[in-house]
Protein backbone atom coordinates (compact mmCIF):
# COMPACT_ATOMS: atom_id res chain seq x y z
CA UNK A 1 0.00 0.00 0.00
CA UNK A 2 2.79 2.29 0.54
CA UNK A 3 4.62 1.82 -2.52
CA UNK A 4 1.24 2.29 -4.64
CA UNK A 5 0.94 5.53 -2.45
CA UNK A 6 3.92 6.56 -3.52
CA UNK A 7 3.54 5.91 -7.25
CA UNK A 8 0.26 7.67 -6.99
CA UNK A 9 1.67 11.28 -5.16
CA UNK A 10 4.40 10.60 -7.86
CA UNK A 11 2.53 10.65 -10.56
CA UNK A 12 0.60 13.26 -9.65
CA UNK A 13 2.69 15.46 -9.00
CA UNK A 14 4.24 15.11 -12.64
CA UNK A 15 0.57 15.68 -13.26
CA UNK A 16 0.85 19.21 -12.09
CA UNK A 17 3.68 20.58 -14.00
CA UNK A 18 2.94 18.39 -17.30
CA UNK A 19 4.17 20.18 -19.76
CA UNK A 20 7.73 20.07 -17.54
CA UNK A 21 7.68 17.08 -16.95
CA UNK A 22 7.12 15.96 -20.23
CA UNK A 23 10.56 18.23 -20.97
CA UNK A 24 12.36 16.74 -18.31
CA UNK A 25 11.65 13.23 -19.11
CA UNK A 26 12.19 14.08 -23.07
CA UNK A 27 15.95 15.27 -21.92
CA UNK A 28 16.84 12.63 -20.26
CA UNK A 29 15.61 10.16 -23.41
CA UNK A 30 17.21 12.10 -26.05
CA UNK A 31 20.34 12.54 -23.83
CA UNK A 32 20.84 8.69 -23.02
CA UNK A 33 19.49 7.71 -26.94
CA UNK A 34 22.02 9.85 -28.31
CA UNK A 35 25.00 8.22 -26.12
CA UNK A 36 23.69 4.94 -27.11
CA UNK A 37 23.59 5.68 -30.80
CA UNK A 38 27.16 7.55 -30.49
CA UNK A 39 28.74 4.89 -29.57
CA UNK A 40 26.97 1.57 -30.93
CA UNK A 41 28.60 3.39 -34.73
CA UNK A 42 31.70 4.51 -32.99
CA UNK A 43 32.02 0.75 -31.84
CA UNK A 44 31.04 -0.53 -34.99
CA UNK A 45 33.32 2.04 -37.12
CA UNK A 46 36.53 0.82 -35.01
CA UNK A 47 35.71 -2.61 -34.95
CA UNK A 48 35.65 -2.40 -38.92
CA UNK A 49 38.77 -0.30 -39.09
CA UNK A 50 40.99 -2.55 -37.02
CA UNK A 51 39.31 -5.92 -39.11
CA UNK A 52 40.26 -4.33 -42.42
CA UNK A 53 44.04 -3.28 -40.58
CA UNK A 54 44.23 -7.12 -39.29
CA UNK A 55 43.19 -8.93 -42.25
CA UNK A 56 46.55 -7.34 -44.16
CA UNK A 57 48.64 -9.17 -41.84
CA UNK A 58 50.23 -8.18 -38.26
CA UNK A 59 53.54 -9.95 -40.45
CA UNK A 60 52.83 -7.72 -43.15
CA UNK A 61 54.96 -4.68 -44.76
CA UNK A 62 53.49 -2.44 -47.85
CA UNK A 63 55.98 -0.45 -49.78
CA UNK A 64 54.05 1.70 -51.92
CA UNK A 65 54.94 3.91 -55.07
CA UNK A 66 54.07 6.88 -54.38
CA UNK A 67 53.37 9.39 -57.18
CA UNK A 68 55.05 12.96 -57.61
CA UNK A 69 53.19 15.94 -57.77
CA UNK A 70 51.81 16.67 -61.16
CA UNK A 71 53.70 19.85 -61.48
CA UNK A 72 57.03 17.95 -61.46
CA UNK A 73 55.67 15.33 -63.61
CA UNK A 74 54.87 17.63 -66.41
CA UNK A 75 57.80 19.36 -66.38
CA UNK A 76 59.85 16.62 -67.48
CA UNK A 77 57.44 15.03 -69.60
CA UNK A 78 57.35 11.31 -69.09
CA UNK A 79 59.28 11.34 -65.62
CA UNK A 80 59.81 7.42 -64.41
CA UNK A 81 58.76 7.38 -60.51
CA UNK A 82 58.62 4.84 -57.78
CA UNK A 83 59.69 0.90 -57.31
CA UNK A 84 61.62 -1.00 -59.50
CA UNK A 85 62.22 -4.74 -60.11
CA UNK A 86 65.87 -4.23 -59.24
CA UNK A 87 64.78 -3.07 -56.05
CA UNK A 88 62.17 -5.85 -55.63
CA UNK A 89 65.05 -8.38 -56.11
CA UNK A 90 67.89 -6.56 -53.63
CA UNK A 91 65.49 -6.41 -51.43
CA UNK A 92 64.56 -10.33 -51.61
CA UNK A 93 67.86 -11.49 -52.00
CA UNK A 94 69.20 -9.31 -49.35
CA UNK A 95 66.91 -9.14 -45.96
CA UNK A 96 66.96 -12.83 -44.44
CA UNK A 97 64.29 -11.94 -42.41
CA UNK A 98 61.68 -11.56 -45.47
CA UNK A 99 59.44 -14.88 -45.27
CA UNK A 100 57.98 -13.95 -49.31
CA UNK A 101 57.39 -11.27 -50.99
CA UNK A 102 55.39 -10.58 -54.45
CA UNK A 103 55.50 -7.76 -57.02
CA UNK A 104 52.57 -6.06 -57.88
CA UNK A 105 51.80 -3.46 -60.97
CA UNK A 106 48.41 -1.58 -61.45
CA UNK A 107 46.79 -0.22 -64.76
CA UNK A 108 43.29 1.37 -65.60
CA UNK A 109 41.81 -0.43 -68.57
CA UNK A 110 39.04 -0.85 -70.79
CA UNK A 111 37.45 -5.01 -71.72
CA UNK A 112 36.01 -5.80 -74.22
CA UNK A 113 33.92 -8.86 -74.86
CA UNK A 114 31.96 -8.70 -78.74
CA UNK A 115 29.84 -5.32 -77.67
CA UNK A 116 30.76 -5.18 -74.16
CA UNK A 117 33.16 -3.00 -72.81
CA UNK A 118 33.81 -2.62 -69.06
CA UNK A 119 36.11 -0.17 -67.11
CA UNK A 120 38.47 -1.85 -64.76
CA UNK A 121 42.01 -2.22 -63.12
CA UNK A 122 44.44 -4.55 -64.87
CA UNK A 123 46.30 -6.35 -61.90
CA UNK A 124 50.24 -7.74 -62.92
CA UNK A 125 51.08 -10.25 -60.51
CA UNK A 126 52.08 -13.45 -59.03
CA UNK A 127 50.71 -16.75 -58.44
CA UNK A 128 51.22 -15.81 -54.40
CA UNK A 129 49.05 -12.62 -54.77
CA UNK A 130 46.07 -15.04 -54.48
CA UNK A 131 47.11 -16.06 -51.05
CA UNK A 132 48.33 -12.60 -49.91
CA UNK A 133 45.15 -10.83 -51.30
CA UNK A 134 42.97 -14.01 -49.80
CA UNK A 135 41.32 -14.05 -52.92
CA UNK A 136 39.40 -17.55 -53.57
CA UNK A 137 38.87 -19.12 -57.06
CA UNK A 138 35.26 -19.84 -58.32
CA UNK A 139 36.04 -21.07 -61.66
CA UNK A 140 39.50 -22.66 -63.22
CA UNK A 141 42.40 -21.63 -62.12
CA UNK A 142 44.24 -18.39 -60.70
CA UNK A 143 47.54 -17.62 -62.31
CA UNK A 144 50.85 -19.82 -61.84
CA UNK A 145 54.40 -19.58 -61.82
CA UNK A 146 54.93 -21.51 -65.00
CA UNK A 147 52.62 -19.04 -66.51
CA UNK A 148 54.09 -16.42 -65.28
CA UNK A 149 57.67 -17.70 -65.92
CA UNK A 150 56.46 -18.33 -69.86
CA UNK A 151 54.81 -14.95 -70.04
CA UNK A 152 51.45 -16.54 -71.08
CA UNK A 153 48.86 -14.47 -72.34
CA UNK A 154 45.71 -15.45 -69.48
CA UNK A 155 44.18 -13.97 -67.85
CA UNK A 156 42.11 -14.19 -64.00
CA UNK A 157 38.71 -12.54 -63.95
CA UNK A 158 37.02 -10.86 -60.63
CA UNK A 159 33.54 -11.87 -60.24
CA UNK A 160 31.52 -8.88 -60.78
CA UNK A 161 33.53 -7.71 -64.05
CA UNK A 162 32.99 -11.36 -65.20
CA UNK A 163 29.35 -10.78 -64.66
CA UNK A 164 28.91 -7.58 -66.74
CA UNK A 165 31.29 -8.92 -69.36
CA UNK A 166 29.69 -12.40 -69.78
CA UNK A 167 26.02 -12.14 -68.06
CA UNK A 168 24.69 -15.83 -69.94
CA UNK A 169 27.98 -17.13 -70.62
CA UNK A 170 30.55 -19.54 -69.12
CA UNK A 171 33.94 -16.82 -69.28
CA UNK A 172 36.15 -19.78 -68.81
CA UNK A 173 38.19 -20.31 -72.50
CA UNK A 174 36.94 -16.85 -73.68
CA UNK A 175 39.29 -14.33 -74.83
CA UNK A 176 38.93 -10.27 -73.49
CA UNK A 177 40.32 -7.70 -75.67
CA UNK A 178 41.82 -4.61 -74.12
CA UNK A 179 41.24 -2.36 -76.58
CA UNK A 180 44.67 0.48 -75.78
CA UNK A 181 47.52 -2.72 -76.16
CA UNK A 182 45.01 -4.34 -78.91
CA UNK A 183 45.51 -7.49 -77.11
CA UNK A 184 44.03 -10.71 -75.76
CA UNK A 185 44.51 -12.83 -72.96
CA UNK A 186 42.51 -15.84 -72.22
CA UNK A 187 40.18 -16.39 -69.11
CA UNK A 188 41.75 -19.17 -67.12
CA UNK A 189 39.62 -18.38 -64.03
CA UNK A 190 37.44 -16.56 -62.20
CA UNK A 191 37.16 -15.39 -58.51
CA UNK A 192 34.23 -15.75 -56.07
CA UNK A 193 32.56 -12.53 -54.89
CA UNK A 194 34.28 -10.27 -52.34
CA UNK A 195 33.59 -6.79 -50.89
CA UNK A 196 35.55 -3.92 -50.25
CA UNK A 197 38.40 -4.47 -47.67
CA UNK A 198 41.45 -2.77 -46.96
CA UNK A 199 43.72 -4.08 -49.46
CA UNK A 200 47.84 -5.33 -50.01
CA UNK A 201 47.27 -4.14 -53.11
CA UNK A 202 45.74 -0.53 -53.08
CA UNK A 203 45.68 2.01 -50.20
CA UNK A 204 44.72 1.10 -46.78
CA UNK A 205 41.22 2.77 -47.79
CA UNK A 206 38.48 0.03 -48.10
CA UNK A 207 39.46 -1.09 -52.21
CA UNK A 208 37.12 -3.33 -54.48
CA UNK A 209 38.20 -6.39 -55.79
CA UNK A 210 35.36 -6.49 -57.61
CA UNK A 211 36.43 -5.00 -61.15
CA UNK A 212 39.85 -6.23 -61.32
CA UNK A 213 41.51 -8.80 -64.17
CA UNK A 214 44.68 -10.09 -63.17
CA UNK A 215 47.68 -11.36 -65.81
CA UNK A 216 51.37 -12.89 -65.15
CA UNK A 217 53.57 -9.89 -64.38
CA UNK A 218 56.07 -10.78 -66.51
CA UNK A 219 53.22 -10.85 -69.55
CA UNK A 220 52.41 -7.31 -68.42
CA UNK A 221 55.97 -6.29 -68.44
CA UNK A 222 56.36 -7.40 -72.20
CA UNK A 223 52.83 -6.41 -73.70
CA UNK A 224 52.14 -3.20 -71.88
CA UNK A 225 55.54 -2.24 -70.68
CA UNK A 226 56.89 0.53 -68.03
CA UNK A 227 55.49 3.38 -69.65
CA UNK A 228 51.71 4.51 -69.52
CA UNK A 229 50.03 7.25 -71.41
CA UNK A 230 46.72 8.75 -70.74
CA UNK A 231 44.14 11.77 -71.90
CA UNK A 232 43.32 13.67 -69.35
CA UNK A 233 41.45 17.05 -70.34
CA UNK A 234 42.29 17.44 -73.63
CA UNK A 235 46.34 16.89 -73.29
CA UNK A 236 48.10 13.66 -72.78
CA UNK A 237 50.04 12.22 -69.78
CA UNK A 238 52.37 9.88 -69.23
CA UNK A 239 54.52 8.32 -66.61
CA UNK A 240 56.87 5.38 -66.61
CA UNK A 241 56.29 2.95 -63.31
CA UNK A 242 57.94 -0.49 -63.13
CA UNK A 243 56.08 -1.25 -59.93
CA UNK A 244 53.00 -0.04 -57.60
CA UNK A 245 53.93 -2.41 -54.80
CA UNK A 246 55.81 -4.68 -53.22
CA UNK A 247 54.08 -6.44 -50.28
CA UNK A 248 56.51 -8.43 -48.32
CA UNK A 249 55.68 -11.00 -45.35
CA UNK A 250 58.49 -11.44 -42.12
CA UNK A 251 58.93 -14.52 -40.84
CA UNK A 252 58.11 -13.67 -37.24
CA UNK A 253 55.84 -10.83 -36.06
CA UNK A 254 58.86 -9.50 -33.34
CA UNK A 255 60.88 -9.04 -36.62
CA UNK A 256 58.54 -6.13 -38.47
CA UNK A 257 59.72 -3.42 -37.05
CA UNK A 258 63.46 -4.09 -37.74
CA UNK A 259 62.70 -5.26 -41.22
CA UNK A 260 60.76 -2.01 -41.94
CA UNK A 261 63.45 -0.20 -41.09
CA UNK A 262 66.09 -2.22 -42.76
CA UNK A 263 63.95 -1.94 -45.60
CA UNK A 264 63.81 1.82 -45.49
CA UNK A 265 67.80 2.17 -45.19
CA UNK A 266 68.01 -0.23 -48.37
CA UNK A 267 66.19 1.88 -50.48
CA UNK A 268 67.75 4.91 -48.73
CA UNK A 269 69.95 5.33 -52.40
CA UNK A 270 66.76 5.68 -54.05
CA UNK A 271 66.82 8.90 -56.12
CA UNK A 272 63.92 10.39 -54.86
CA UNK A 273 62.38 9.65 -51.45
CA UNK A 274 59.34 11.12 -51.75
CA UNK A 275 58.18 8.51 -54.15
CA UNK A 276 58.15 5.91 -52.43
CA UNK A 277 56.30 4.80 -48.81
CA UNK A 278 56.60 2.22 -46.26
CA UNK A 279 53.65 0.73 -44.50
CA UNK A 280 53.30 -1.19 -41.62
CA UNK A 281 50.24 -2.69 -40.78
CA UNK A 282 51.26 -3.95 -37.46
CA UNK A 283 51.61 -0.08 -36.34
CA UNK A 284 48.77 0.98 -37.91
CA UNK A 285 47.16 -1.47 -35.59
CA UNK A 286 48.34 -0.20 -32.48
CA UNK A 287 47.12 3.54 -33.40
CA UNK A 288 43.77 2.05 -34.24
CA UNK A 289 43.63 0.97 -31.04
CA UNK A 290 45.02 3.35 -28.74
CA UNK A 291 42.80 5.65 -30.36
CA UNK A 292 39.24 3.56 -30.15
CA UNK A 293 40.50 3.68 -26.70
CA UNK A 294 40.74 6.94 -26.17
CA UNK A 295 37.48 7.97 -27.81
CA UNK A 296 35.82 5.27 -25.29
CA UNK A 297 37.11 7.52 -22.55
CA UNK A 298 35.61 10.46 -24.65
CA UNK A 299 32.16 9.04 -25.01
CA UNK A 300 31.72 7.92 -21.15
CA UNK A 301 32.85 11.35 -19.83
CA UNK A 302 29.47 12.46 -22.42
CA UNK A 303 28.09 10.01 -21.37
CA UNK A 304 28.55 11.25 -17.31
CA UNK A 305 27.37 14.34 -17.94
CA UNK A 306 24.38 13.76 -20.34
CA UNK A 307 23.33 11.69 -17.23
CA UNK A 308 24.37 14.56 -14.84
CA UNK A 309 22.37 16.98 -16.80
CA UNK A 310 19.71 14.34 -16.65
CA UNK A 311 19.35 14.27 -12.88
CA UNK A 312 19.57 18.04 -12.62
CA UNK A 313 16.72 17.80 -14.57
CA UNK A 314 14.91 15.53 -12.32
CA UNK A 315 16.48 16.91 -8.74
CA UNK A 316 15.03 20.06 -10.09
CA UNK A 317 11.21 18.84 -10.37
CA UNK A 318 11.80 17.27 -7.04
CA UNK A 319 12.77 20.43 -5.58
CA UNK A 320 9.84 21.97 -6.85
CA UNK A 321 7.69 19.65 -5.62
CA UNK A 322 8.98 20.10 -2.24
CA UNK A 323 8.87 24.07 -1.98
CA UNK A 324 4.90 23.69 -3.33
CA UNK A 325 4.19 21.21 -0.45
CA UNK A 326 6.29 23.23 2.16
CA UNK A 327 4.10 26.33 1.16
CA UNK A 328 1.10 23.90 1.87
CA UNK A 329 2.65 22.36 4.92
CA UNK A 330 2.88 25.96 6.34
Not at 53 to 72: C, F, N, Q, Y
Not at 132 to 139: C, E, G, T, V
Request: glycine share 6%; proline share 3%.
Amino acid sequence: MLLLRTLSLGIKSLLLHPLRSLLTVLGIFIGVASVIWLLAISEGISQEAQRQIESLGADTIMIRSVKPPSEKMAATGVTPYGLTREEFDMLVSTIPTIRSAIPIREIRRQFQYNQQVVDGRLVGCTAQYADFARLSIDRGHFISEAENFNRESICVLAARLSEKLFPYEDPIGKRIYMPENQTFFLIVGVLKHRGAAAAIGGSMEAQDYSNDVYIPIKTLQQRIGDTVIRRSSGTFEGEMLQLNQITVRVDDVRNVRSTAQIIENALASHENMEDVSVIVPLELLEQARTTRLMFMVFMGLVAAISLLVGGIGIMNIMLATVTERTREIG
